[in-house]
């Protein structure tokens, strides 16, 4: 009976639905793997496919597919260590959430999910079977538990991996990124440990998929929830783990433990990483947004440089006779910090235009909305044309605090392919590019220093649609907009509580009929990086008529 047990853990990003470059990738780290005289080589859970699937998953040629490859990479792999990977299992007419074991060319072993979880952005209750409470795996003379991501959240399946005679567990995820998620990630695996007694692994991928980033941040437990090893977070990594056998059961060597960056740093990586693997994954490799010398655009085009370079990313100022001075001045100041193509196109004589087209139509009707949307429309129609012409893909620039309220333009400003801060609040808009200016990491891609203008910061907030327009002209101060819609959109607070916690009720109450009549506009919205809970997608379904309103 061996006294040592090497594991290397797989902290890898997949990509949705490329079954032969996932599976590569399987290969290539196994490869590693064997050089390095590993037993077990493990990867996250639905590797082979990517995470989340949603409705890709319950396509017959995908399952097919899927399955076929894992069968194949067991053949590949037959000459080294054990594989473990996440992938589809069909059995008769059902569907489960599977963990292949490969071994001497065949799978010896698949352990199904059991909890299905149904919340924020999972629909596994309507795409898979409940598989049953399983045993562990032999991988050379070592007992293994695999409780599936969701599983582990709970006490039964690993209990009964310990019960019938798993001496470590090794957990795989499909865990996405909220703020501070990573706290519940390690009670809830430190809770198992104590339950069982057993050393755990706990392994999640990375990358962005769609609107979700998957943070990685691995970890391994020994028995009493001593931290052994910690990977980092966001970053791919391979990482061989050494345990050894000793009269209290298996323990895990004393091994690297990387330090995880603040809240504020972690939102900001996932605004680059999902643009940058929403791109990759994609196809598209440049960007152009509109720079309108506001905040929220110069926030974009960081987050677009950092993640692309400079060279990729084109800003163009899009001016009306209300643009000010300071706009057009910043908007230039901003690019040229970041070293990025700075485009200024006009719109006064398309507007002009449009108006004499609509002239006749409007005669004899007071100026208002609608004329100040044509100039929004119309950025977006010359943005869009650029996108076409050149190939690349336009970014929207709207926060959490206007995507919530409506305050943006449909088929305007809200023209565009992505968004980075789509989930995030205007507040925390300040708060990032204040962090931004003084924070340079390896992974940013744009120049370290104040490369976001303190004039842009400092300004008070405006569409400038008209002269003189301010952001509060139409909106509560952004303070108290924001304190009320993160009680009201991602806490699900009464009006009631939120009067209590001190505001008016004639504020929160036009807040909350902004939110539920602005549903038709987020419904057609582009996707954005999720950095909460109640992310404007998957996390948060309302429907777009709706006459219910709170009467508390």
Same mark, same amino acid.
């Given at each position: 009976?061996?006294?040592?047990?090497?594991?290397?853990?797989?902290?890898?990003?997949?990509?949705?639905?490329?079954?032969?470059?996932?599976?590569?990738?399987?290969?290539?780290?196994?490869?590693?793997?064997? +050089?390095?005289?590993?037993?077990?080589?493990?990867?996250?859970?639905? /590797?082979?496919?990517?995470?989340?699937?949603?409705?890709?998953?319950?396509?017959?040629?995908?399952?097919?597919?899927?399955?076929?490859?894992?069968?194949?990479?067991?053949?590949?792999?037959?000459?080294?260590?054990?594989?473990?990977?996440?992938?589809?299992?069909?059995?008769?007419?059902?569907?489960?959430?599977?963990?292949?074991? =490969?071994?001497?060319?065949?799978?010896?072993?698949?352990?199904?999910?059991?909890? %299905?979880?149904?919340?924020?952005?999972?629909?596994?209750?309507?795409? /898979?079977?409940?598989?049953?409470?399983?045993?562990?795996?032999?991988?050379?003379?070592?007992?293994?538990?695999?409780?599936?991501?969701?599983?582990?959240?709970?006490?039964?399946?690993?209990?009964?991996?310990?019960?019938?005679?798993?001496?470590?567990?090794?957990?795989?995820?499909?865990?996405?990124?909220?703020?501070? $998620?990573?706290?519940?990630?390690?009670?809830?695996?430190?809770?198992?440990?104590?339950?069982?007694?057993?050393?755990?692994?706990? =392994?999640?991928?990375?990358?962005?998929?769609?609107?979700?980033?998957?943070?990685? @941040?691995?970890?391994?437990?020994?028995?009493?929830?001593?931290?052994?090893?910690?990977?980092?977070? /966001?970053?791919?990594?391979? +990482?061989?783990?050494?345990?050894?056998?000793?009269?209290?059961?298996?323990?895990?060597?004393?091994?690297?433990?990387?330090?995880?960056?603040?809240?504020?740093?972690?939102?900001?990586?996932?605004?680059?990483?999902?643009?940058?693997?929403?791109? @990759? $994954?994609?196809?598209?490799?440049?960007?152009?947004?509109?720079?309108?010398?506001?905040?929220?655009?110069?926030?974009? +085009?960081?987050?677009?440089?950092?993640?692309?370079?400079?060279?990729?990313?084109?800003?163009?100022?899009?001016?009306?006779?209300?643009?000010?001075? @300071?706009?057009?001045?910043? +908007?230039?100041? *901003?690019?040229?910090?970041?070293?990025?193509?700075?485009?200024?196109?006009?719109?006064? !004589?398309?507007?002009?235009?449009?108006?004499?087209?609509?002239?006749?139509?409007? !005669?004899?009707?007071?100026?208002?909305?609608?004329?100040?949307? *044509?100039?929004?429309? =119309?950025?977006?129609?010359?943005?869009?044309?650029?996108?076409?012409?050149?190939?690349?893909? =336009?970014?929207?620039?709207?926060?959490?605090? !206007?995507?919530?309220?409506?305050?943006?333009?449909?088929? @305007?400003?809200?023209?565009?392919?992505?968004?980075?801060?789509?989930?995030?609040?205007?507040?925390?808009?300040?708060?990032?590019?204040?962090?931004?200016?003084?924070?340079?990491?390896?992974?940013?891609?744009?120049?370290?220093?104040?490369?976001?203008?303190?004039?842009?910061?400092?300004?008070?907030?405006?569409?400038?649609?008209?002269?003189?327009? $301010?952001?509060?002209?139409?909106?509560?101060?952004?303070?108290?907009?924001?304190?009320?819609?993160?009680?009201?959109?991602?806490? !699900?607070?009464?009006?009631?509580?939120?009067?209590?916690?001190?505001?008016?009720?004639? *504020?929160?109450?036009?807040?909350?009929?902004?939110?539920?009549?602005?549903?038709?506009?987020?419904?057609?919205?582009?996707?954005?990086?999720? %950095?909460?809970?109640?992310?404007?997608?998957?996390?948060?379904?309302?429907?777009?008529?709706?006459?219910?309103?709170?009467?508390?």
């Amino acid at each position: 009976m061996a006294d040592t047990f090497r594991l290397t853990m797989a902290q890898a990003n997949p990509t949705m639905g490329d079954l032969n470059g996932n599976a590569a990738k399987v290969r290539a780290i196994w490869a590693e793997a064997k +050089a390095a005289g590993s037993d077990l080589v493990a990867f996250p859970e639905m /590797f082979i496919v990517g995470y989340n699937a949603q409705d890709l998953i319950k396509k017959p040629a995908l399952q097919r597919a899927a399955m076929d490859v894992i069968a194949q990479l067991a053949v590949e792999c037959a000459d080294g260590p054990t594989v473990a990977v996440g992938g589809p299992y069909v059995d008769g007419d059902r569907l489960y959430n599977a963990y292949f074991v =490969l071994r001497d060319g065949k799978v010896v072993h698949r352990h199904l999910k059991h909890h %299905l979880p149904n919340y924020t952005v999972f629909d596994e209750e309507r795409l /898979f079977d409940h598989g049953p409470l399983g045993g562990p795996y032999d991988v050379n003379g070592v007992r293994i538990g695999s409780p599936i991501c969701e599983d582990a959240w709970f006490e039964d399946v690993s209990e009964t991996l310990e019960e019938t005679g798993a001496e470590i567990l090794v957990v795989p995820n499909g865990s996405p990124y909220y703020r501070d $998620k990573f706290d519940r990630r390690m009670s809830h695996m430190v809770a198992r440990v104590v339950e069982t007694g057993l050393p755990l692994v706990y =392994l999640n991928m990375v990358g962005g998929q769609d609107d979700q980033v998957f943070d990685g @941040g691995s970890f391994v437990l020994n028995p009493g929830g001593e931290l052994a090893m910690q990977l980092p977070v /966001f970053d791919e990594v391979v +990482a061989h783990v050494e345990f050894t056998r000793t009269d209290r059961g298996w323990r895990c060597g004393d091994g690297d433990k990387a330090i995880l960056p603040a809240g504020e740093e972690q939102d900001y990586r996932v605004c680059v990483e999902a643009l940058r693997d929403y791109m @990759g $994954k994609t196809g598209f490799k440049k960007v152009l947004l509109g720079l309108s010398g506001g905040i929220d655009s110069a926030l974009v +085009a960081t987050i677009a440089v950092d993640a692309l370079g400079a060279e990729n990313v084109r800003c163009v100022m899009l001016p009306s006779e209300y643009t000010s001075q @300071g706009s057009l001045d910043d +908007a230039k100041d *901003i690019a040229e910090r970041l070293g990025c193509r700075y485009d200024f196109v006009p719109i006064r !004589e398309g507007r002009d235009a449009i108006t004499n087209t609509l002239a006749p139509l409007f !005669e004899g009707l007071e100026s208002g909305l609608a004329e100040e949307n *044509i100039q929004s429309r =119309l950025r977006g129609l010359l943005l869009m044309a650029m996108s076409n012409k050149f190939g690349e893909m =336009l970014l929207t620039t709207g926060n959490k605090s !206007e995507v919530a309220v409506g305050y943006a333009t449909i088929y @305007g400003d809200m023209a565009g392919g992505y968004n980075p801060i789509k989930d995030m609040y205007k507040t925390r808009v300040f708060e990032t590019s204040r962090w931004r200016n003084e924070v340079h990491r390896d992974w940013m891609m744009g120049p370290a220093g104040e490369v976001i203008p303190v004039p842009i910061i400092e300004k008070p907030p405006s569409a400038e649609l008209r002269p003189d327009q $301010k952001d509060e002209d139409s909106l509560p101060p952004y303070d108290v907009l924001d304190a009320i819609l993160l009680m009201l959109v991602d806490e !699900e607070k009464s009006v009631a509580e939120i009067v209590a916690a001190g505001f008016d009720r004639e *504020i929160v109450k036009r807040v909350e009929s902004l939110v539920y009549i602005s549903e038709y506009k987020r419904f057609q919205s582009a996707p954005g990086a999720r %950095l909460s809970k109640k992310a404007f997608w998957l996390d948060r379904r309302y429907p777009i008529v709706n006459r219910f309103r709170d009467p508390s």
